[in-house]
């Protein structure tokens, strides 16, 4: 089993989800296949691949997921079917190119053409098909636009504190940003966390705690009076730019240790912090914080 739709880090959305929903138990494999090929986990799409070959209908759809998904990204590429490398350096196999000759034109893989391929002919066929679709979705231009978010649009709030015998900022989110596709599915379950983990966030566990090493690139101020509070990531962007009240004690812990721990997740208030720390969900950065006062 290989099953990476729980990770937080990336989020995987199956094409059985909106290409056929309804493929019954073939369909938990070949995601699965296509899952694996994205993680570069090339034990379990061995594995995979064996499994899937034998089912001459599973590897007709998997080819015309790449073919449909391929022309819908970039248009039909003719090295589809000539044998010439596709996108991404992808060189489709014979046994891809003898399926995808009905695939390419939106149609439908024949379960019959598909019995007509040898049993490594398909295993290759269903190599190539996710091979490609795993190229695609990770080089199409949508996938590398960076979310461009300003402080405000995030909707955070800076919250002073203690844990685990240290000073922490807990960043509280009252509302929870997500990306979806046109289909409707969720394919980012929290803008915020994404962006903290992409930039050299860690998991935050109640065994392991806080590593003691500060998290390359980050920057924080605060400015006193006022409490002004500016938090900033590694490409210089700003994170949090707002007011934090603050108490005298904490001030003097962050100014002895010369860092603080910043805390995010689904924390929409100070009651929401417990359960989402204890329930594995929150994510941290160690970060400079400058103490200016006026």
Same mark, same amino acid.
């Given at each position: 089993?290989?099953?990476? $739709?729980?990770?937080?880090?990336?989020?995987?959305?199956?094409?059985?989800?909106?290409?056929?929903?309804?493929?019954?138990?073939? /369909?938990?494999? *070949?995601?699965?296949?296509?899952?694996?090929?994205?993680?570069?986990?090339?034990?379990?799409?061995?594995?995979?691949?064996?499994? +899937?070959?034998?089912?001459?209908?599973?590897?007709?759809?998997? &080819?015309? #997921?790449?073919?449909?998904? /391929?022309? @819908?990204?970039?248009?039909?590429?003719?090295?589809?079917?000539?044998?010439?490398?596709?996108?991404?350096?992808?060189?489709?196999?014979? !046994?891809?190119?003898?399926?995808?000759?009905?695939?390419?034109?939106?149609?439908?893989?024949?379960?019959?053409? $598909?019995?007509?391929?040898? *049993?490594? @002919?398909?295993?290759?066929?269903?190599?190539?098909? &996710?091979?490609?679709?795993? +190229?695609?979705?990770?080089?199409?231009?949508?996938?590398?636009?960076?979310?461009?978010?300003?402080?405000?649009?995030?909707?955070?709030?800076?919250?002073?504190?203690?844990?685990?015998?240290?000073?922490?900022?807990?960043?509280?989110?009252?509302?929870?940003?997500?990306? !979806?596709?046109?289909?409707?599915?969720?394919?980012?379950?929290? +803008?915020?966390?994404?962006?903290?983990?992409? /930039?050299?966030?860690?998991?935050?566990?109640?065994?392991?705690?806080?590593?003691?090493?500060?998290?390359?690139? #980050?920057?924080?101020?605060?400015?006193?009076?006022?409490?002004?509070?500016?938090?900033?990531?590694?490409?210089?962007?700003?994170?949090?730019?707002? =007011?934090?009240?603050?108490?005298?004690?904490?001030?003097? /812990?962050?100014?002895?240790?010369?860092? &603080?721990?910043?805390? =995010?997740?689904? *924390?929409?208030?100070?009651?929401?912090?417990?359960?989402?720390? #204890?329930?594995?969900? =929150?994510?941290? &950065?160690?970060?400079?914080?400058?103490?200016?006062?006026?």
């Amino acid at each position: 089993m290989h099953d990476h $739709s729980g990770d937080r880090v990336r989020q995987f959305v199956a094409p059985s989800h909106f290409r056929n929903p309804d493929f019954g138990t073939r /369909a938990a494999v *070949m995601d699965q296949l296509y899952d694996a090929t994205l993680d570069g986990c090339q034990e379990c799409r061995s594995v995979l691949l064996d499994r +899937v070959a034998p089912d001459v209908r599973a590897v007709g759809k998997l &080819v015309e #997921w790449a073919c449909l998904i /391929a022309s @819908e990204t970039y248009g039909l590429p003719a090295a589809l079917r000539d044998g010439g490398e596709a996108e991404g350096g992808v060189r489709t196999s014979a !046994g891809f190119r003898k399926l995808a000759r009905s695939g390419v034109d939106g149609g439908t893989v024949s379960v019959a053409s $598909s019995a007509e391929c040898s *049993m490594q @002919e398909r295993r290759e066929a269903a190599d190539t098909a &996710v091979e490609l679709v795993a +190229v695609l979705s990770a080089d199409h231009p949508s996938s590398q636009e960076p979310f461009e978010l300003a402080p405000g649009e995030m909707q955070l709030g800076a919250l002073c504190g203690h844990f685990a015998e240290q000073a922490v900022i807990f960043m509280l989110q009252p509302m929870t940003m997500q990306v !979806g596709t046109a289909q409707g599915n969720v394919e980012v379950e929290d +803008v915020v966390e994404l962006l903290v983990r992409k /930039a050299g966030g860690k998991p935050l566990s109640t065994t392991t705690l806080f590593a003691p090493g500060r998290t390359a690139g #980050w920057r924080a101020q605060l400015r006193l009076p006022g409490d002004i509070l500016r938090v900033s990531m590694p490409d210089k962007g700003c994170f949090y730019d707002g =007011t934090m009240p603050t108490t005298a004690a904490w001030r003097r /812990a962050v100014a002895a240790a010369g860092d &603080v721990v910043i805390i =995010t997740g689904p *924390m929409a208030d100070p009651t929401c912090v417990d359960d989402a720390i #204890w329930g594995g969900r =929150t994510t941290y &950065v160690r970060v400079p914080l400058a103490l200016h006062v006026s």
